[in-house]
């Protein structure tokens, strides 16, 4: 079992940053390809972007290349989301997602809206 709580989120205006976490419970943290995903209203939920367990691979939706990163700290249990010039269409909950032993796992979100 594991489980994962977001934080970070928050109301931001374009142009800004925020930086939001993914702390992860157990001791399967480093044997789990991580990823952040996103779901704005009326939208069906999107992938941003996934880590490999060592973080040595990374790759990004689109819309975000260039202004996102997303990085990891197994000895924190914890997986980052780094996120740059901002967009209002970057508008949605932001949710944690872990793969390991052939389950997935989901946090419960951590909302972040961008005024224009």
């Known amino acids: 079992q594991v489980q994962l709580v977001e934080s970070g989120g928050g109301l931001v205006q374009a142009g800004g940053s925020l930086r939001l976490s993914c702390a992860a419970s157990?001791?399967?943290?480093?044997?789990?390809?991580m990823a952040w995903y996103r779901q704005a209203p009326g939208k069906e939920r999107e992938f941003v972007a996934p880590i490999n367990r060592s973080g040595s691979t990374t790759r990004y939706e689109d819309s975000v290349k260039g202004r996102f990163t997303i990085s990891r700290d197994n000895a924190k249990n914890t997986v980052y989301l780094q996120m740059n010039s901002l967009k209002p269409e970057d508008t949605a909950k932001y949710y944690c997602n872990a793969q390991v032993g052939g389950m997935r796992y989901w946090g419960q979100g951590t909302q972040v809206t961008v005024s224009s």
């Open positions: 157990g001791r399967t943290f480093s044997m789990s390809d």
